[in-house]
């Protein structure tokens, strides 16, 4: 099997595993517990928010809360500054978000708040103009995302948040790190100095999928969501996931040893990836083109055909992907992210996201690069819109087949 799907989740790695296993055996008291037995368990959860804290540079352990899940932190930040600063009723966000945030919004609008969704140009990096004409006395949050899941396109994130702290420092800015966090630099005492929240999720880096973490800046202003024990220094109750937790810190310290030579070599994989598949294959583009993006992710475009089509067929060779529509949860909606990014509508159903992760190696990718331009020929040959005899895309105007396909 060739796994280029690491943007939905991570093989879980070997350390990671290992250094889990003593806490699902002998070590598995409550954290809480005041006997000498779970003294040692209390210590591996404590160190492991010391080496995530130092890691994103928290000025203070106790900044970095845990979690169940990068979902789990975006709602408790968003809804707990809410509650804390109810006179505010105006959030901004982005059109291009992960659901986990999107969905909030909208849910916030049917309740009466005010949020502004900021769009972004053709190559996906946000309408920064339209992002600072939003900004407003009764603005009470902003949550942007460093990295796009689907394009793997990068948002500015320290020239946002100096914007928004310069116009009101009392704006608090969340930003989603999920798909950044061990893929690019994050530092929350220099350029995330303005972040005052950071939600990311463990089984994006190798550490299990239920384990999470929300750093919260102390002095913000943000009440507790999940309300029960004393745990989490009352700010998250509820027992601690030991296992998963230590297995997290080892994720983001194996991470941070190997962090240059992994970042360079899944980046080297995907531009042989992107080179090859454009060479091969005419009429694709590449989603986010021209943008910053992340070093593991290539969205590519292959015009006229499905994408669902697409990953069936390389599922039949093995190979792992996603489409950019929403297909998995029984809709056949395109994506949300290239529909605000205008990608063309025989593009956008045909688009396909390959992300790579550490373990990637030369020859799946050679693998894919061989394999590729076959499948999407075969499915070509099938498309209505595809000329075989010049092996062109057949005179049709765009408009007429928009017409066709409300
Ligand atoms: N934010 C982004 C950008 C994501 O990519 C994801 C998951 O894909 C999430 C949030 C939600 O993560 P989880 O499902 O772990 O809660």
């Known amino acids: 099997m060739i796994y280029l799907d690491n943007n939905a989740t991570t093989a879980v790695a070997s350390e990671v595993r290992d250094a889990m296993l003593p806490f699902f055996a002998g070590e ?10 779970a003294k040692p368990v209390k210590h591996a959860v404590e160190s492991a928010r010391e080496l995530i804290a130092g890691y994103l540079g928290a000025s203070q352990s106790s900044e970095l809360l845990f979690t169940s899940c990068a979902t789990e932190s975006i709602n408790a930040a968003i809804f707990g500054a809410i509650r804390a600063n109810p006179e505010r009723r105006h959030l901004i966000t982005t059109a291009v978000e992960h659901p986990a ?27 920064l103009g339209e992002f600072v004409r ?9 949550a942007v995302m460093h990295a796009n899941n689907e394009t793997g396109v990068v948002f500015p994130i320290e020239r946002l948040s100096r914007v928004v702290k ?43 999928k239920g384990v999470g973490g929300l750093f919260l800046r102390r002095g913000t202003r ?56 454009i060479q091969k294959i005419p009429n694709v583009e590449v989603n986010g083109l021209g943008a910053e993006r992340m070093p593991n992710t290539l969205n590519i475009a292959v015009h006229y055909i499905e994408g669902e089509g697409i990953l069936y067929q390389l599922s039949s060779l093995g190979i792992c992907a996603s489409s950019g529509s929403a297909c998995t949860s ?19 159903h045909g688009s396909v996201r390959f992300s790579l992760s550490r373990y990637t190696t030369e020859r799946e990718i050679d693998f894919v690069i061989d394999s590729f331009p076959e499948i999407v020929a075969r499915l070509r040959r099938m498309s209505p819109y ?21």
């Open 28 to 37: 598995y008291f409550n954290p809480s517990s005041m006997y000498d037995a």
């Open 101 to 127: 945030v999107l969905e909030i919004g909208k849910e916030l609008q049917r309740e009466g708040f005010e949020v502004s969704f900021i769009g972004v140009d053709r190559q996906g990096n946000l309408n």
């Open 134 to 142: 939003e900004l407003r006395s009764d603005t009470l949050l902003v």
């Open 166 to 208: 310069e116009t009101d420092p009392s704006i608090l800015f969340l930003c989603d790190a999920t798909q950044s966090m061990t893929k690019l630099p994050i530092r929350l005492d220099s350029h995330f100095r303005n972040i005052d929240m950071l939600a990311f999720s463990g089984h994006k880096f190798h550490a299990p």
């Open 222 to 277: 943000c009440r507790t969501f999940l309300i029960g024990g004393h745990q989490e220094s009352g700010r998250r109750g509820g027992t601690e996931n030991v296992p998963y937790i230590v297995g997290m810190a080892k994720a983001v310290e194996r991470a941070a040893a190997t962090h240059d030579d992994d970042i360079n070599r899944m980046e080297r994989l995907r531009n042989k990836l992107e080179a090859g598949i």
């Open 330 to 348: 029984g809709s056949l909606e395109p994506s949300h992210v290239l529909t605000a990014m205008g990608v063309p509508f025989t593009a956008k």
């Open 386 to 406: 595809w000329d075989q005899a010049t092996n062109k895309p057949r005179q049709t105007k765009t408009a007429a087949i928009e017409m066709k396909f409300p």
